[in-house]
Every structure is written in structure tokens, then in C-alpha cells.
């Protein structure tokens, strides 16, 4: 996290674009030309010079089923840094440099390598994370992520020092202690929905503990996505359920959608409220749909997903572009002045009408996420590789081995094609390109 000291220096349109964000009380606000922040223009170079980078590399005393890779990374509210899963390694936050705050770029940058400001080396699979939606680094207190992992409740993270402030405990009906499969903040901040097995469980944010509201739910509950008073929220079973949730722990059902091969692993509604956007596991499909007629789909994107890991998707702040990573390593964009990915429906045209594709990485690119309010997109690879089955036979097989590599035969191997990496792309014009 960015220190108070050194918050003197942030760029003015950002300090005054978070303090509107934050500041309940509109009526004082001046809403003339000058002082409205205006989103920069993205991919308008068609190219993309790289930033800042990070990687994780597994350490020589562990066996290869210890592999460090990156699994999400998501943007804070207020744009200083970004927090990245790291797999086998716990949590870590990553702060922008001060000198991406304003201005441009140049193509011949330096590209800075990044260290993590805070460190959480949590156990255990995590299964979902989220940043608090009021977070700002001018207020403290709102600077907070929360986290459910394996074998422990939902916890929420102090971001400037990494400490653990609190937990919220989900029991079961015989007393045991859950743990959560997803979980999200609703739009305000003020309560935390978690999903479980078979219950959807609404915890109050200024109440840690066990005291919860529930809502029984048919399948387990994949991923949430919300979007004021709409609750969407993705299964294993291939399905996606929209709920009401303006009161506490009530849950008014408004329908189901189905159309995904695989488990709902990701979904985003787009800046109008109107449209929702879904990916599922080993499911090359991203579908579009109209939330006031979902029967089917709007609009069918496709992508590479030969995996059962979660591949993140995401939408400008301007609602323009659609970005999405991929298992072949590429990031895929589609903008709404050349593709109108909201609206039109060829799902019977094979062809790919991406408008630009970015091969960024030569491993899975799991994780996408854009800048809230600069031109700036983070990217994260990596994925889980199986080690050769034959090198753990006795050295009897040694011989058999070399043969069967001499005849083109290879198995799924931690090789050094593997990449696990977090890397900063600047995605605005970049003036000396030439």
C-alpha cells in the first residue's frame, strides 16, 4: 500500500476521482466540464509496452508438486495497487509506481520489476478474494480485502500492514464450521455474501463472527457477481441464478439461466446493468446476456479454455472493450465501435471476430484486469503442470524413457515452457512509438 506520507504526490485527477467515489454527500459536487474525470482512450497504438513485471519460481528443496503460479489479480478500488493469488504462496499486493500515476509512456521505458509490499503467506487453497468496494488509501480503514480459503472461515486483510482484522464464521446444521467457495461484497460495502454447497449466507461487514442470514440454493455457488441491487450467481451444475438482495439475508428469486458446457468460474455485468457477461471451465465460449430476457444468449465470444482453472475476463470502466485471457497464452480484446459484442447473436459463424489479440504470454494467461482509472492492464499466467509419471519408475525404465522421447512421445511436464508471471502492459497511445 501507498504510505500517508507519500500520498502528496499521487496524480490530482486520481485523488480527486477517489475522494468523489468515496464522499456520500452529492449536492456540492461541481459537475462542469473541467473538473469531470475523462477515461483515457485504450489500444489506440494497437500495441503494448510492457511495464512492469514479477514472477514466482519454485524453490529447489520442494518437490514438483509444489508449484508457485499466479491464479487471479485484481485491481484496488482506488487504483494504487493490485492484489495477486499466488498458488502454494498466499496473497500478495503489488503497488504501481508512482511515475504510472500521470502523464505517459515511451516505448524504451524501463520496465520495473515489482516486489510485493505486503506478504500473506496463507495455507491451504484459496478459493476467492475481494477487495473492499470503498477502499481508498487516503481512509485507512476502508483499505481491506476479504479471502475464503480451505479449511477456514471468510477472512478480511488489513492492506497496509497485512494483518488479519477480523473473521465471519458460516456453521453448518450439526455445528461445524464451513468453509466458503466464493464470496463478494454487495454494492455498498456493508454486508459480505458468501456462497457454500448448498447455502447462500449474508454476513453484516461492522458484525464479524457467526451471526448470518441464509438462503438455501440447490447447487453450489461458483462465483458471484453484483451490480447494485442484483445478485447473479454462477454454479458447478452449468447454471446462473439472478437474485434481489435489497434487504438483509432475503433473497428474491428472478431466474435461471443455462447455456455453459462447463462451471461457471467467472461473471461480470457490464457498465449499463443490462448485460452480463459469463465464462465456465473447459467452455471456449463467453456468453452475453440481457438480463430482461434471458432465455438465451445475446451474443457468443469465443476464447481458449482447455482447463478447469478459472480464466478471468474484464470490462473497461468506459464499458468499450471487452478483455479476456486464454490457455494459449493470448489476451483477446473486442471493442464496441467494431464488434457490438452486446447485442448482435452469430453463434452459427465459426470465424473469430476478435478485434485485436494480444500473444502476451507462452503459458495459460489465467488473469486479466484493467485499471480503474489508467490505461494500464494487468495480466497474470501460469497453471498447474503434471510432472512426467515415467521418471518416478525405477531407473530400470531410464532406457524406455529415451526411446519414447526419440519418438515424439512426450507427457505434460514442468518444463520450461511453464510461466508464472504478473506483468503491467500499458494499453493508452504511447507518443514516440516510431
Request: charged share 20%.
Amino acid at each position: 500500500m501507498i504510505e500517508n506520507n507519500t500520498e502528496e504526490t499521487f496524480n490530482e485527477d486520481l485523488s480527486e476521482k477517489s475522494l468523489i467515489l468515496s464522499t456520500p454527500d452529492t449536492e456540492n459536487i461541481d459537475y462542469s466540464s473541467e473538473n469531470l474525470y475523462a477515461y483515457p482512450a485504450l489500444f489506440t497504438s494497437k500495441a503494448l509496452v510492457e511495464l512492469c513485471s514479477a514472477s514466482w519460481s519454485r524453490s529447489p528443496k520442494v518437490t514438483q508438486d509444489i508449484q508457485p503460479y499466479l491464479r487471479g489479480c485484481k485491481w484496488s478500488p482506488d487504483g494504487t495497487c493490485c492484489l495477486c493469488v499466488v498458488n502454494n504462496d498466499g496473497i500478495h499486493v503489488m503497488e504501481l509506481p508512482c511515475d504510472l500515476y500521470s502523464g505517459d509512456v515511451t516505448a524504451n521505458r524501463t520496465i520495473d520489476v515489482l516486489e510485493p509490499v505486503i506478504h500473506v503467506k496463507e495455507a491451504g487453497l484459496v478459493y476467492d478474494f475481494c477487495w473492499y468496494p470503498g477502499m481508498s488509501s487516503s481512509v485507512p480503514e476502508s483499505c481491506c480485502w476479504i479471502t475464503t480459503k480451505q479449511n477456514a472461515p471468510i477472512q478480511m486483510w488489513d492492506a497496509f500492514d497485512g494483518s488479519l482484522r477480523c473473521s465471519y464464521r458460516g456453521f453448518n446444521a450439526v455445528d461445524e464450521m464451513e468453509p466458503a467457495i466464493s464470496c463478494t461484497f454487495i454494492a455498498d460495502g456493508s454486508r459480505i455474501v458468501a456462497g457454500y454447497k448448498k447455502v447462500l449466507r449474508t454476513f453484516d461487514v461492522e458484525r464479524p463472527g457467526r451471526e448470518f442470514c441464509e438462503h438455501k440454493i440447490n447447487s453450489p455457488a461458483s462465483c458471484f457477481t453484483t451490480n447494485s441491487n442484483l445478485l447473479a450467481v454462477g454454479s458447478w451444475n452449468t447454471s446462473i441464478s439472478l437474485y434481489n438482495i435489497s434487504e438483509m439475508g432475503t433473497y428474491k428469486s428472478i431466474g435461471k439461466m443455462h447455456g455453459h458446457a462447463g462451471g461457471v468460474t467467472h461473471m461480470k455485468f457490464t457498465n449499463d446493468g443490462l448485460r452480463l457477461v459469463s465464462g465456465a471451465r473447459k467452455d471456449h465460449r463467453l456468453l452475453v446476456w440481457d438480463i430482461r430476457y434471458y432465455r438465451r444468449p445475446l451474443n457468443i465470444l469465443s476464447r481458449a479454455v482447455d482447463t478447469n482453472q478459472r480464466i478471468y475476463f474484464d470490462i473497461s470502466p468506459c464499458g468499450k472493450y471487452l478483455v479476456t485471457g486464454g490457455s494459449d497464452g493470448s489476451v483477446k480484446v473486442w471493442d464496441l465501435n467494431k464488434i457490438n459484442w452486446k447485442d448482435e447473436l452469430d453463434a452459427m459463424d465459426d470465424t473469430d471476430n476478435v478485434s485485436y489479440r494480444f500473444p502476451l504470454h507462452k503459458d495459460c494467461c489465467n488473469s486479466i484486469a484493467i485499471h480503474p482509472c489508467r490505461p494500464i492492464l494487468a495480466t497474470g499466467s501460469g497453471q498447474y503442470h503434471f510432472a512426467d509419471p515415467l521418471s518416478a519408475i525405477d531407473n530400470e525404465l531410464n532406457e524406455y524413457n529415451t526411446m519414447s522421447e526419440d519418438n515424439g512421445f512426450s507427457d505434460i511436464k514442468y518444463s520450461i515452457d511453464a510461466e508464472n508471471s504478473l506483468v503491467f502492459w500499458w494499453i493508452g497511445d504511447v507518443p514516440d512509438l516510431t
